[in-house]
């Protein structure tokens, strides 16, 4: 055994070998963000259903698809705060929880109104869990595996979102629609102690905080053994960064342009995201397929995702933000080619199939990518101000497709719309692409330069 006077932590968690803690943290990030996308899809699925029950119209619908997406949009930032606060682990702990019974409280709504307020409050905890589990998924990763974890993490998103429409199918006409939300809200409570009893908190993170020395001390001679590390071993660690709720930190050291191009590209795609989501179900019925026909057609949107997140678990690596850039225009066509009118069968699901392949390449590459972009300080906090600022486009995405419905306007001038967001979110990916390439030396996002505290000047004032 190997006598320890001071050991790097960041190099300890880049250069340790893959190992079954690894994936065992992969696992259960996984799992939880499995229960957020299937929450995040239930609504939609069954929204007709509710619809027609209580005599609401599709603008009101709308509302109530947003306003969960608006808790997400706060909890996003709040968590990620959290997070660099008192951890990744309890954030995302405290989130599943919480989203959990409020899922369950879901069933016993009477009127839209109450529907309305707790899909805010869903959404609210929702919003925690995500940002915490893309960096501590990045933050526990070998070097090397970085962004394939963080990528394959972000499956879990679509894995949940392709369920909802089989459990509905399957459960629904025995029991209603209220069985969807029971198990929405049963799976995310039992994750949230799974996550509490097997999960350990980011050594990165115990690194910055000098009361859980004893708690840091455990876990580094869990990655490695071979090393004696005692009362007396020092922990090099990065400088400590003092954030705050605000995104202030974002925007130095030549990260504003990244940041305000990052941003645009999550509102524009969630935006785009959304509106299909929300509202593919209820358009697909009212062109004359049965209900279980349409959550399952939707559902192949989901499965393609699963898909799509797997390539860009390939891609992301190796060609950065440029991965995502290539698949936005691809989704793009995509997206125009379901509203057209003579699609139909084999094809529409076919088309489905390759814009939810794409979408989900997308949507996985952005998560993983500001977990990647920023250093440890901030990483939660700028991950989760990224995804709050791109559920402001999944909350205008909704209404925007409700206030169409509800005029009357044709499925195929509403997926027109779509190709509005998806052609300024393709131009503001390749500008991401580019700040990258410049700041980090190539197209690979490497958090050793992330992760460096000297002042860089910014390569957008540098080009101008």
């Not at 939880?32 to 299937?38: K, Q, R, S, T």
Request: with cysteine.
């Amino acid at each position: 055994m190997v006598a320890a006077e001071k050991i790097d932590v960041e190099r300890l968690v880049d250069e340790q070998s893959l190992s079954s803690l690894n994936v065992k943290i992969l696992v259960w990030m996984l799992l939880v963000l499995l229960a957020d996308g299937y929450d995040l899809n239930a609504v939609a699925i069954i929204a007709p259903d509710v619809s027609k029950a209580w005599h609401i119209d599709r603008t009101a619908l709308g509302l109530a698809f947003s306003a969960g997406l608006i808790g997400v949009a706060i909890g996003s930032p709040l968590f990620g705060y959290l997070g660099d606060k008192i951890g990744r682990k309890r954030g995302i702990v405290l989130g599943c929880a919480l989203y959990g019974l409020f899922s369950l409280a879901t069933v016993a709504a009477t009127s839209i109104q109450e529907l309305i307020l707790l899909r805010f409050l869903t959404g609210l905890s929702l919003g925690g869990a995500m940002p915490n589990v893309y960096v501590l998924a990045a933050e526990f990763a070998p070097k090397n595996f970085r962004a394939a974890f963080t990528v394959l993490a972000g499956i879990g998103v679509t894995l949940g979102a392709a369920s909802a429409g089989p459990v509905y199918a399957t459960l629904a006409p025995h029991y209603g629609w209220p069985i969807v939300f029971y198990i929405g809200g049963i799976a995310p409570i039992a994750i949230a102690l799974g996550v509490y009893a097997f999960v350990p908190e980011s050594l990165k993170f115990l690194a910055l905080r000098d009361d859980r020395r004893a708690e840091l001390m455990r876990l580094a001679m869990l990655i490695r053994p071979d090393l004696a590390i005692g009362g007396e071993t020092q922990f090099i660690v990065p400088p400590k960064v003092k954030t705050r709720i605000v995104p202030d930190a974002l925007f130095r050291h030549g990260l504003a342009g990244i940041t305000m191009l990052l941003w645009t590209v999550f509102l524009m795609q969630n935006a785009t995201n959304f509106f299909v989501n929300m509202w593919m179900t209820t358009l697909f019925r009212e062109s004359g397929m049965a209900a279980q026909q349409a959550a399952l057609t939707q559902s192949t949107y989901f499965f393609g995702a699963n898909f799509g997140v797997l390539t860009m678990a390939l891609l992301l690596g190796r060609f950065g933000f440029a991965a995502i850039a290539c698949m936005a225009m691809i989704y793009l066509p995509m997206i125009a080619a379901i509203g057209a009118p003579s699609i139909s069968g084999g094809l529409l699901s076919t088309v489905v199939f390759i814009a939810g392949l794409c979408n989900g390449a997308i949507y996985a590459g952005l998560g993983a990518s500001a977990a990647l972009l920023y250093p440890t300080g901030i990483r939660a906090n700028g991950t989760g101000w990224a995804l709050g600022i791109g559920r402001i486009g999944a909350i205008i995405g909704p209404v925007i497709g409700g206030a169409l419905l509800a005029r009357h306007v044709s499925t195929q001038h509403i997926f027109s719309v779509l190709l509005i967001p998806l052609g300024i979110a393709i131009v503001a990916a390749g500008a991401v692409t580019w700040l990258s390439y410049l700041r980090f030396g190539g197209l690979r996002l490497r958090e050793e330069i992330a992760s460096q505290r000297a002042e860089l000047v910014s390569p957008m004032k540098e080009a101008v």
